[in-house]
Every structure is written in C-alpha cells, then in structure tokens.
C-alpha cells in the first residue's frame, strides 16, 4: 500500500490518490485541508477562505484513507488574508508555504517509520519529499515523484536570461529567489527517485540539466474538465473585435510582456481581458497595461470556465510551466489556443488543428496568430471545434488509469 502526501491537494493530486485508491494501491493520502463540504467549521470563516478550503474538499473514495495535518497551512490562508506578511516569509515564516511542505513531508516520514509494515511504497511531490524519500529508501521501499514543473536549473538559466531582456519585469520573476538550502533539497528529492512523472515533455526536456538526469521518467499529461453537453463554442459577430483571454499570474514568467505587445500592436483588432494576480514587486510596465486592459483579479473556478465561455481565443505565452492545467480547461470551454513549447501544448494540440505553438518571447508570432483569428472566423470557428474534441479525450479518466498503470509497473516490476 502507497503512502502518498501533498500539503494543498491540487486537482491533479487528487486525481492521483482516486487513481490510486481505485487501484486498491491507496493506503493514505496525507494533506492539510480535506473538509467534508459540510463541515461546520467552514461557516466559520469568511467566504473567500471558505472557498479556498472548499477547494480543497476530495472524493468520497478518499476519505476513509486521508490524514490531515491543518494547523499550518490554516494558518497561511489566514494570515495572507489579514496581510500578516511576518508569518509568510519565504522559506523562513512559520506559515509560510516552504514550511507548510517541509512540516507535511516530516510529519508522513515519521508516520512511515512507526507503521512500516503497513506501506510498500511513497509517493511525493517537489518540495515536499525530502524526509519522506530518505525515511523510504532507509526502509527499502520504492519512491515515486511527482514533479509538476520543470527543473529548477533550467529555470533559473532562463529566468536570469529574461531578467536581463526584460529589466524592467525583473522584479516579477520570482523563481529567482529560492535559497541554496531549497535548491539541495530539490535535487535530493530527485535523486531518491525511484521514477519520475512528469505531466509534459517540456518538463521532461528540462530534466536533462540534472547533474544526474532521472533514468526513469513518465510523461502523463493531466485532464481536461468535462466539455458541457451540447454546448458549442461562441461564434463572432461580423466587425467585433477577437476577445483575447489571458489567465494566470500577472508575471514574466508567464511571458505577459510579449503578449501586450502582440495585442496592442493590432490596435482595435482585439481586445484583451487578464484573469490573475499582480507581484508583490513593482513593475511599471504592467501598472500601466492593467490601466489600458480589462482585468480580473480572482474568479472562483466555475466562473473562469463561464468567462472562457465567453471569450474567442486563449492566448499562454509562458517561457516556463511545468503543463498549464489552463490550457485544457480553456479548450474544454471551446478556445483555440497561442501557446509556447515551454508549457503542454505540444503534447495536447496539433499545429494550425486546435491553435497554434509559437516561439518563447516571440510577440511578433503571438500577433501573427492573433491578426489570423481576427481576420478569419471560419477558421476560428474550427480551431474551437477541433479544441472541445480534443479536451473530451485528454479525460481525468485517462490521467487515473495512466497513473495506476504506471505506478503498479514501479513498486511491482515483475
């Protein structure tokens, strides 16, 4: 039986402990937050935490095998809200989210040494498997590791580059602020890998900068939402303008300075709406584009999917991702997509069929694609249509029963 542990539960995580726990191969999926949705305690708080905790909530096939260690990471969500920013400092912060890893990841050690015999195998994630997989591979049981971004090497390689092409978005780039300490303990993780999963070949690719690159690497793409029944994608008005949608946060890393351009070079061809959060850091450039774009700083998940809905192309220029679980769920509400090689989109869309891929810091190819839609609605049309049948194979269904295959093929090789 698999110890798995993830402090936040992501969707993807989840769907790896139901893969596992349909596989009978689940025997605790330790987190945080797994509130019931309802659970008392949640109308104690204000909505927006509510929410987030709602986030949250795991299948019913999870709850007889989920340990949860809260104190922390209610502590984080709580503190952010009230602006307490001494209790989140990097890596340091009693709250913070490095600690909130660091605390998990000790606590699911501990609990695998004094209840060995109950475990065959572990599961982790980046930053949170570093006690885990030493306590494992003391023990003799095999590691599975769940990177869902690139390699931190490589990033740092490209971020420093970018900080130079782009001073002035610099101070957005935040992937440049891990400690030396932080670092290390990403490549132990790493090395204590028995198997790596990955969900792109970008991230796969980046891996090869390792000192020691993973002989066992996984490429398992993540799910799409499921497309609505009989929904078809929206359809543009001779003379509007092509409704460009953006979401994410509001930093280089994500590649936002080549998009304004590519947009605002088309002038009144397009117009942009941002869904995201700004950096703490400030950055003139982008003060002065939320002046000029619509944005929108939060959403709850249902309501980014009804503003997809309502755009005509989704446009994620990132210069490093690990997937951009965006991508599919933009597709599933009928978008063509403009994306980079540096996210999923060339394992999840072919060119010119559901979008396009274009170069990493390219706004002249960005604006190319762009002026293309805008000037050709059929063509749109059926990039949309060709993006709602390729969401409705990319299925969570299909992430689980990749995951339970693969993960069977690790801890039983023979």
């Not at 990097?90 to 699911?108: K, Q, S």
């Not at 509001?250 to 300075?257: F, P």
């Not at 869309?349 to 274009?358: K, L, M, N, Q």
Request: charged residues 25%; aromatic residues 6%; glycine residues 6%.
């Amino acid at each position: 039986m698999i110890l798995q542990a993830h402090p936040t539960g992501n969707a993807n995580v989840r769907h790896a402990a139901l893969a596992l726990a349909q596989a009978g191969l689940l025997g605790e999926f330790h987190t945080c937050l797994a509130p019931a949705p309802d659970a008392a305690w949640l109308r104690l708080l204000p909505a927006a935490l509510r929410r987030q905790a709602l986030r949250r909530a795991i299948p019913p096939e999870l709850v007889g095998h989920t340990r949860t260690r809260p104190a922390r990471e209610l502590g984080r969500l709580v503190f952010s809200a009230l602006g307490w920013t001494r209790w989140l400092r990097p890596e340091t912060g009693p709250c913070c989210i490095d600690t909130v890893y660091r605390d998990l990841d000790e606590a699911a050690a501990r609990r695998l040494r004094s209840h060995r015999p109950r475990f065959t195998a572990v599961y982790a994630y980046e930053d949170g498997a570093d006690a885990l997989f030493a306590t494992a591979r003391e023990l003799g049981l095999p590691t599975v590791y769940d990177l869902p971004i690139g390699y931190w090497r490589f990033a740092r390689r490209l971020l420093a580059e970018e900080a130079e092409l782009s001073p002035e978005w610099a101070g957005t780039l935040g992937g440049l602020r891990d400690s030396e300490a932080k670092l290390a303990r990403k490549d132990r993780e790493l090395a204590q890998a028995d198997a790596v999963f990955v969900a792109s070949s970008f991230t796969r690719a980046t891996l090869a900068e390792a000192p020691a690159p993973p002989k066992n690497i996984i490429v398992i793409p993540y799910g799409a939402p499921t497309p609505l029944a009989g929904v078809e994608p929206v359809r543009r008005a001779p003379g509007d303008p092509l409704r460009v949608l953006f979401v994410g946060s509001l930093g280089q890393r994500k590649g936002l300075r080549y998009l304004l351009e590519a947009v605002e070079s088309l002038g009144t061809t397009c117009t942009l709406t941002l869904i995201g959060t700004v950096p703490d850091a400030p950055c003139a450039p982008l003060a002065s584009a939320l002046r000029r774009h619509r944005r929108i700083a939060s959403l709850p998940h249902a309501e980014i999917l009804a503003e997809m809905r309502r755009h005509h192309v989704f446009v994620f220029p990132s210069l490093f991702e690990g997937f951009g679980l965006v991508l599919l769920e933009a597709m599933s509400c009928g978008l063509p997509l403009i994306a980079t090689p540096h996210t999923a989109a060339p394992d999840v869309i072919t060119e010119g069929r559901e979008g396009s891929i274009v170069p990493i810091r390219d706004s002249k190819a960005i604006a190319e694609r762009l002026a293309t839609l805008a000037s050709d609605e059929d063509r749109r049309y059926a990039q949309a249509c060709a993006a709602i049948a390729r969401a409705r194979e990319l299925t969570w269904e299909r992430y689980r029963s990749i995951i339970a295959r693969e993960v069977t093929l690790v801890i039983k090789p023979d």
